[in-house]
C-alpha cells in the first residue's frame, strides 16, 4: 500500500478556500442562470451542498475526515496546476454514474426542505 502525501494546516487551509471558492461560484452560476436552471440542476446542487458540508467543518476536524480520502487529496494537484479547482465537479460526475444516483422528485423536494430548515436555526 502506498503512503499518502501529508499535507500542513496553511496546504489544508488553501484546499478549503479552494473548495469554497468553487461552491460560490457554482452558487453565482444557479443566481445568474435563474430558477428554472436552477430547478433543473437541483440533483446537482444539493450533491455539492453534502460535499461541501465536510469542508465546513473546524480545519483539524477536516484534515482528520479527508487526509486517507484519495479523492479529495487530489484537489492539491489542481492548486499546484490551475484555478479555479473542480473537486466538486469531478466528485459530481463520480457520483451521477452511480446506479443509484437518481433519486425521486420527491426526494429531492424533502431534501431541499431540510437544509432550508437546518439552516433557518
Given at each position: 500500500?502506498?503512503?499518502l502525501?501529508?499535507?500542513?494546516?496553511?496546504?489544508?487551509?488553501?484546499?478549503?478556500?479552494?473548495?469554497?471558492?468553487?461552491?460560490?461560484?457554482?452558487?453565482?452560476?444557479?443566481?445568474?442562470?435563474?430558477?428554472d436552471?436552477?430547478?433543473?440542476?437541483?440533483?446537482?446542487?444539493?450533491?455539492?451542498?453534502?460535499?461541501?458540508?465536510?469542508?465546513?467543518?473546524?480545519?483539524?476536524?477536516?484534515?482528520?475526515?479527508?487526509?486517507?480520502?484519495?479523492?479529495?487529496?487530489?484537489?492539491?494537484?489542481?492548486i499546484?496546476t490551475?484555478?479555479?479547482?473542480?473537486?466538486?465537479?469531478?466528485?459530481?460526475?463520480?457520483?451521477?454514474?452511480w446506479?443509484?444516483?437518481?433519486?425521486?422528485?420527491?426526494?429531492?423536494?424533502?431534501?431541499?426542505?431540510?437544509?432550508?430548515t437546518?439552516?433557518?436555526?
Amino acid at each position: 500500500m502506498s503512503k499518502l502525501p501529508t499535507y500542513n494546516e496553511q496546504q489544508w487551509q488553501r484546499a478549503v478556500d479552494a473548495v469554497m471558492q468553487e461552491y460560490q461560484a457554482y452558487l453565482d452560476e444557479l443566481h445568474e442562470q435563474g430558477v428554472d436552471y436552477t430547478i433543473k440542476n437541483a440533483r446537482k446542487l444539493l450533491i455539492y451542498q453534502d460535499l461541501i458540508a465536510e469542508w465546513q467543518h473546524k480545519l483539524p476536524t477536516v484534515i482528520s475526515d479527508l487526509e486517507d480520502n484519495k479523492f479529495a487529496l487530489t484537489i492539491f494537484n489542481e492548486i499546484k496546476t490551475h484555478r479555479p479547482t473542480t473537486l466538486l465537479q469531478r466528485a459530481y460526475e463520480d457520483m451521477s454514474s452511480w446506479s443509484n444516483f437518481n433519486p425521486l422528485p420527491i426526494t429531492l423536494w424533502l431534501q431541499l426542505s431540510e437544509d432550508a430548515t437546518i439552516s433557518q436555526y
